[in-house]
T-cell receptor, first 114, second 117 residues
C-alpha cells in the first residue's frame, strides 16, 4: 500500500533555531517527492520538488534532501522565523500509465516562538 | 493573476441538501483537482480533470460529481450532502508536463470549509 509518513507530528522551536522534519514513504513506482507549506486556513504552497536522481534542493532557508535507496526525505529549515509557523506536508508522486498519483502525508505542524 | 480561487469560503448544509463548489483559475492550466482535507489525514483526491470536458475519479469519489465545461472552471457538486462530507475542500491546478524532465507544482486555492449537519 502506498503510504507517506511524517515525523514529528508537531514541533515547537524558538525563533532563530534550525529544525529538521522527516518523511518516510513506501510508494511505487516512485516518480518525485514534494514538500509543501500550509499556513493555517490557507491552501498548500509548493516549496521543493525532487526526482529520484536529486538528493538535495534548496528554496531560500528551506533545504530538502532525498535518499531514494532508504525512501526517506527531510526538510531542513535554517534560522527559523515566526512566519515559518505552519504545517509542512510531504507528497510523493507515483507515475502509473502516464498519470501522476499524489500521496500526501499528514503533515508536521511547526510552531516558532519569539 | 488571482491564481486559484474558490467559492464559497464557508458553507453550512443540512443533511440531504445539495450544493456546488466552484473553482476558478486564471493561469491557463490544463489539469485541475479537487481534494478534501480531514483532521489527521493527508489530502485525498476526489476527482480530477486533464482538460476541458474531461473528468476522472480519484481516491474518494463517492457522493460527489464534477464538471469541467470551461478550461478555467472546475465544479464540485454534492447532490445529497451527508455529515461524512464535512471537510475542507481544496482545488488545485497545474500546467501539463510538456517536458518530462521538468516537474511542475500544483497551485492550490484557499479552501472551502463545509459543515454538514
Amino acid at each position: 500500500k502506498n503510504q507517506v509518513e511524517q515525523s514529528p507530528q508537531s514541533l515547537i522551536i524558538l525563533e532563530g533555531k534550525n529544525c529538521t522534519l522527516q518523511c518516510n514513504y513506501t510508494v511505487s513506482p516512485f516518480s518525485n517527492l514534494r514538500w509543501y507549506k500550509q499556513d493555517t486556513g490557507r491552501g498548500p504552497v509548493s516549496l521543493t520538488i525532487m526526482t529520484f536522481s536529486e538528493n538535495t534542493k534548496s528554496n531560500g532557508r528551506y533545504t530538502a534532501t532525498l535518499d531514494a535507496d532508504t525512501k526517506q526525505s527531510s526538510l531542513h529549515i535554517t534560522a527559523s522565523q515566526l512566519s515559518d509557523s505552519a504545517s509542512y506536508i510531504c507528497v510523493v508522486s507515483a507515475l502509473t500509465s502516464g498519470t501522476y498519483k499524489y500521496i500526501f502525508g499528514t503533515g508536521t505542524r511547526l510552531k516558532v516562538l519569539a | 493573476n488571482a491564481g486559484v480561487t474558490q467559492t464559497p469560503k464557508f458553507r453550512v448544509l443540512k443533511t440531504g441538501q445539495s450544493m456546488t463548489l466552484l473553482c476558478a483559475q486564471d493561469m491557463n492550466h490544463e489539469y485541475m483537482y479537487w481534494y478534501r482535507q480531514d483532521p489527521g489525514m493527508g489530502l485525498r483526491l476526489i476527482h480530477y480533470s486533464v482538460g476541458e470536458g474531461t473528468t476522472a475519479k480519484g481516491e474518494v469519489p463517492d457522493g460527489y460529481n464534477v464538471s469541467r465545461l470551461k478550461k478555467q472552471n472546475f465544479l464540485l457538486g454534492l447532490e445529497s450532502a451527508a455529515p461524512s462530507q464535512t471537510s475542507v475542500y481544496f482545488c488545485a491546478s497545474r500546467i501539463k508536463n510538456r517536458d518530462r524532465g521538468r516537474l511542475v507544482p500544483q497551485y492550490f486555492g484557499p479552501g472551502t470549509r463545509l459543515l454538514v449537519l
